[in-house]
């Protein structure tokens, strides 16, 4: 049993829910997460990261920050963290797991040693990541790589000094984030170069806003081509709060806005620089009721909801809950400007409309858009693939509570990823699950 009280592994049957009422509290914030506990490990001295995720991606940064010496404390739901300052160990191998972010960011950081190799025990999903893009800068910078053809299992040597650098952001934001926690640690600091058409701006704003929250000096031209970190600082040992995650409250907003009844959800701060703050926007746009109390997004469910047409990289982490969204709506959504979603834990353009078209909806692709007609009724009775993907396991999970007939849904464990409290927090609300043996990995 895990600490959700679910078994190792399971597949989840999604019972259809009259209405959802009650209320929760936003989990910590994913990104915020990642970044924090990384800043205070290259500190030197005690950081308190408080109310930080208990997710798995949380837990592969910190025990990967640990394998590199960092002091690793859990007290209560804050994270008390002795850094490395500069000088992560040599010599360590890292497994990240499925953690993309977290990934990126320790590559980027790995030019401080003279040697880190990293693997990962997700040879099918973030192993088939691409990572050229940052080992390219990297070496670029001086630093020895190598990998296979640009993905895990790899290796990082530096020590490098920094200067002008050139990374591509067309994949990915997380490269130059990675690039961002590197600089400042470096004699000649960085001037950062994003080439390509720059994707997932908001979290390229969470990077600056965590280096501010540490002490670091960087600055960044409007568009973010040019990011500027002086180099010889030092990240200063503090004390952060982890705000609230939109990415998985879209999924519960999602959930709210197609069934009827009442949630509040809190710990959703108004002013914040999580890009999929808009889903409280975009299903506004559809026809939802969502107003806002402070920290508080209360949604009144069950209206009839209608298409929308949107660029979607600005809630890139969102995309899947709105297109559950999308699907219980009336006329054709589509989400522009969306190529990035294909390199994610899967390929949540095409996996995804296979998925929606086995549920009998009518979804099209191209490279990077998704287009999906919304159906009042959806039949149900089927059962579903998750791809390991904790996004998309959100999105069935939202589609099965409107459907006339349960959904099952494979490896829904994987749900663990960002969100493990998530079929807990809807059970609080009035949803119904079973969590059979897992038919998938
Ligand atoms: O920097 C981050 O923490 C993240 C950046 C985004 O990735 P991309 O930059 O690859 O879009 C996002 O999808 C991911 O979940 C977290
Ligand atoms: C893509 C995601 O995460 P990562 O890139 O950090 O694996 C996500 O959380 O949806």
Not at 203 to 224: E, H, I, M, N, Y
Request: hydrophobic fraction near 40%.
């Amino acid at each position: 049993m895990s600490a959700d009280g679910l078994p190792e592994t399971f597949d989840v049957i999604v019972h259809p829910a009259a209405e959802l009422r009650g209320e929760l509290r936003a989990q910590p914030s994913k990104n915020y997460t990642t970044r924090y506990l990384l800043a205070a490990a290259l500190a030197d001295g005690e950081s308190q990261v408080v109310g930080v995720a208990t997710s798995e991606d949380a837990g592969a940064m910190l025990r990967c920050l640990g394998d590199w010496g960092a002091g690793v404390e859990l007290v209560g739901g804050d994270a008390v963290i002795r850094g490395f300052g500069a000088g992560p160990r040599a010599g360590v191998t890292l497994n990240p797991g499925n953690a993309g972010a977290v990934a990126r960011f320790l590559m980027g950081v790995a030019a401080l040693t003279t040697g880190t190799s990293f693997v990962t025990d997700y040879p099918d999903s973030l192993g088939r990541r691409p990572q050229g893009d940052l080992l390219e800068a990297l070496s670029r910078l001086g630093a020895r790589v190598q990998s296979r053809d640009g993905m895990f299992p790899l290796a990082i040597s530096g020590p490098v000094r920094g200067g002008v650098v050139e990374v591509s952001a067309e994949r990915s934001s997380q490269y130059a984030s990675a690039l961002m926690f590197l600089g400042p640690l470096l004699p000649d600091g960085l001037e950062l170069r994003l080439t390509g058409d720059i994707k997932s701006h908001a979290p390229l704003r969470q990077t600056l806003d965590t280096l501010a929250a540490f002490g670091v000096r960087a600055s960044a031209s409007d568009d973010l081509s040019r990011i500027s970190i002086p180099g010889g600082q030092a990240f200063r040992a503090g004390r952060v709060l982890v705000p609230g995650d939109y990415p998985g409250s879209a999924a519960i907003l999602a959930a709210a806005a197609t069934r009827p009844g009442e949630v509040r959800l809190s710990n959703l701060r108004e002013h914040d620089l999580q890009g999929e703050r808009e889903a409280v926007a975009v299903l506004r746009e559809m026809g939802a009721d969502l107003t806002r109390e402070g920290d508080t997004v209360v949604v009144r469910g069950g209206r009839p909801l209608r298409a929308v047409m949107r660029d979607g990289d600005g809630f890139t982490d969102a995309v899947q809950a709105l297109t559950a969204a999308a699907a219980l709506a009336h006329g054709t959504t589509t989400w522009e400007n969306v190529y990035t979603l294909r390199l994610k834990e899967c390929d949540r353009i095409s996996d995804t409309r296979r998925e929606l078209q086995r549920l009998g909806l009518t979804v099209t692709e191209t490279q990077d858009s998704l287009t999906v007609t919304g159906t009042p009724s959806l039949a149900g009775g089927v059962t579903a693939d998750g791809h390991g993907d904790h996004r998309m396991i959100m999105l069935l999970t939202v589609l099965g509570l409107s459907a006339q007939a349960p959904i099952r849904i494979t490896g829904a464990h994987h749900i663990r990823k960002s969100y493990p409290m998530f079929f807990r927090h809807l059970e609080s609300l009035g949803a119904r699950f079973e969590y059979p043996e897992a038919t998938r990995a």
